[in-house]
């Protein structure tokens, strides 16, 4: 089924892994809603606060595909190996979903600004993290 899946793609000319193109959604949330937070702690007044939050919404909504393009990749790529840095991503990205998950919820429930930057922070600490596991998978090092 993957292979159908992917020979599909190749057909209209996508010859390359599908996680990569669109794990840049959630992670440049992250750094998105980092950006929206502190401009919001210099221009208070232009509602900044708000579109961090939207970023971080958007990031959690985006980590669904982003899974299941990694599940797929893995398999049509990797040939399922469990390695190490597999292991630390699906970790790290559990951990991810979760952080996403906490930063909605502790806006909805009247959390202060700072707090938000802080978990807004973290949030962009494990993107990082993923990150470079994943170029440390595709690139080595």
Avoid: C, R
């Amino acid at each position: 089924m993957i292979e159908g899946f992917y020979s599909l793609l190749e057909a209209v000319g996508f010859t390359h892994p599908l996680h990569p193109v669109i794990v840049h959604v959630p992670m440049g949330m992250a750094i998105a809603s980092v950006a929206f937070m502190l401009a919001h702690f210099k221009w208070s007044d232009k509602n900044f606060a708000q579109s961090a939050f939207h970023a971080n919404l958007l990031g959690l909504l985006f980590v669904v595909p982003v899974y299941i393009a990694g599940l797929l990749d893995w398999q049509q790529w990797f040939g399922g190996d469990l390695t190490g840095l597999i292991i630390v991503k699906m970790i790290f990205g559990v951990i991810l979903t979760i952080a996403l998950a906490y930063g909605v919820w502790i806006k909805t429930q009247g959390a202060s600004e700072k707090k938000l930057l802080i978990t807004y922070l973290a949030i962009l600490g494990i993107s990082g993290v993923l990150g470079y596991s994943g170029g440390e998978l595709l690139y080595g090092g």
